[in-house]
């Protein structure tokens, strides 16, 4: 996780090749704080950016079906848990890209 819990969640997912994981994005979250920290326009300064394993990939326990067969209430379970109603954004790739446009 990158930011305040104050601030708006950008949910990150990634795709379900061998090797994916949360840390795909790590390069990405980092440089996507720094910008809206330098400011954009009326966007907000700063977002809460939550990085997740999608179950049986990484360190997360579970099948990798999960994702795949049930992406809307995975996606919600996750944004219930960290305590928020809804994202302002959910960012995807390969997969999580599929999911979250699943989900919607």
């Known amino acids: 996780c990158v930011g305040s819990v104050e601030d ?3 949910l990150w997912v ?3 090749g061998p090797c994916n994981s949360s ?9 996507a704080s720094r ?12 977002f809460y950016h939550v990085v997740i ?5 990484g360190r997360s326990p579970g099948d990798r079906q999960t ?5 809307g209430a995975f996606l919600s379970a996750v944004v ?8 302002v954004a959910m960012c995807g790739s390969s997969q999580g890209c599929a ?6």
């Open 8 to 10: 708006p969640l950008i």
């Open 14 to 16: 990634h795709g379900s």
């Open 23 to 31: 840390m795909f994005w790590n390069d990405v979250v980092l440089d």
């Open 35 to 46: 910008r809206a920290s330098a400011g954009f326009g009326n966007l907000p300064r700063g």
């Open 53 to 57: 394993d999608c179950p049986g990939y």
């Open 67 to 71: 994702i795949r067969s049930y992406p």
């Open 80 to 87: 219930q848990g960290l305590g928020r109603r809804s994202a």
């Open 99 to 104: 999911s979250i446009f699943n989900a919607a």
